[in-house]
């Protein structure tokens, strides 16, 4: 079992930053693809980023076409720890952010374990 509780969601402008923490508990979280997923009002939960698993130091990141090159994500092993820094924030990046935790992929059956959700508003 893993829980993941996300944090560090909040109102900012246009063109500002947040950074998006999930703490996992449990001792198999460097085994897990982490991912995070986005769900705008009226709209389906979609992919935002995800982190394989870490293979010594190295890991890959893989990014939605829409968050390319404004969102990094991280994982911090010995804080058991996902991060998604979020730059150059847009009106149209608002939505509730989930972390999730899997096997990897794009979909959400590709994730077993879910956090609760962080709301990111972006004012224009």
């Known amino acids: 079992q893993v829980q993941l509780v996300e944090s560090g969601g909040g109102l900012v402008q246009a063109g500002g930053s947040l950074r998006l923490s999930c703490a996992a508990s449990?001792?198999?979280?460097?085994?897990?693809?982490m991912g995070w997923f986005r769900q705008a009002p009226g709209k389906e939960r979609e992919f935002a980023a995800r982190i394989t698993r870490t293979v010594g130091m190295t890991y890959y990141a893989v990014y939605a076409d829409s968050v390319k090159g404004r969102f990094t994500i991280s994982r911090d092993i010995a804080k058991n720890t996902v991060y998604l820094q979020m730059n150059s924030l847009k009106p149209e990046d608002t939505a509730v952010y989930y972390c999730?935790?899997?096997?990897?992929?794009?979909?959400?059956?590709?994730?077993?374990?879910w956090g609760q959700g962080t709301q990111v508003t972006v004012s224009s």
């Open positions: 999730a935790a899997g096997r990897g992929g794009a979909r959400e059956s590709d994730y077993d374990y």
């Open positions: 449990g001792r198999t979280f460097s085994s897990y693809v």
